[in-house]
């Protein structure tokens, strides 16, 4: 964005700095997913529809960023947005990676996998 | 009036056999779900806005939660069902054996990507070597640290050879142009 209005140079980016980069996550809480799995995997389906949908038909899908976010349009249609994976899953080794340098620096008191916490049998297969 | 009926008993199975979703909000179970209001959670706008979630048999509400441990707490105490967190997150959820799933990932990053370091357009710096001694603005978010941490370490230095300034609002990027023009900072993690 300060790029698109002039303002900043990009000196390196969170890819060039940690390639694959994984931002986020869509979690739901256990109580949920226990009581109501179907739901669970209905809105998975239409989340993964949008994951096509904005591989397809981008520019369609820009449109809509400035109703949810406040951002301006003419940043809407050009902004970098992250690369999502159409099947919702994303290699171990990415999220690995960034378990390790969290520890390297401190923000994680000890190495911890997430194989209890990941769950990607609600997503469409 | 026999003939009637039986024209609307057609009419009926005609009608439920086009597999139509429910079409009143109110018949629809309603799933709450945290959100930050970034470009990033596009793919939760393209849902709402395409119908995708309906379609598929659940009407979904974007609730703007800032933070992650308050995400998880609204989560805990069932205010909503679930919504986007970022990973440094999970990984304290799981140390913590805090009761969520992640079900899907949110993207990741690529080699168009402009989230990163960005200094002013004018500034004669030109690798992350020239930002020792300078100022720089953060979240203070773990993602902003390690990726900070990662640059600086990748050019033989520390966090302890720059001026880290934290507090800098992701949800605010028009704000990022202020600093950057103020020229109260060097450069900006966004």
Known sequence: MLEVHGVSRLLSSFHDIIPDFVFSGVFFSDTFLNSHPEQAKAFLRGLVKSFVFIREHGAEARGFIPKYTGVQRDVAMVCAIRNFSVTGREPNGFIDHQRDLMVKFGSLSKSVTLDSVIDYSYLPQ | ????????????????????????????????????????????????????????????????????????????????????????????????????????????????????????????????????????????????????????????????????????????????????????VHAIIT
């Open chain 2, 1 to 184: 009036m026999k003939r009637f009926i039986v024209l609307l008993f057609i009419a009926l199975f005609l009608v439920a056999g086009t597999g139509l979703p429910a079409t009143a909000d109110g018949d629809l179970p309603v799933l709450r779900l945290s959100y930050f209001r970034d470009i990033d959670e596009l793919p939760f706008y393209v849902g709402l806005e395409k119908g995708f979630f309906e379609q598929e048999g659940v009407k979904v509400e974007l609730v703007r939660i800032g933070g992650s441990t308050n995400i998880m707490a609204a989560a805990m105490r069932g205010e909503i069902q679930g919504g986007n967190i970022p990973l440094p997150a999970l990984f304290h959820a799981s140390l913590r054996k805090i009761p969520l799933k992640v079900v899907s990932w949110l993207g990741t990053s690529h080699p168009g990507t402009k989230c990163g370091i960005h200094v002013s357009k004018d500034s004669d710096i030109r690798t992350a070597k020239d930002l020792k001694g300078k100022r720089i603005a953060l979240s203070g978010s773990i993602v902003s640290k390690t990726v900070l941490s990662e640059a600086l370490d990748l050019a033989g230095l520390t966090m302890k050879d720059v001026k880290p300034m934290l507090g800098i609002d992701m949800q605010e990027p028009m704000k990022h142009e202020a600093v950057l023009n103020s020229s109260q």
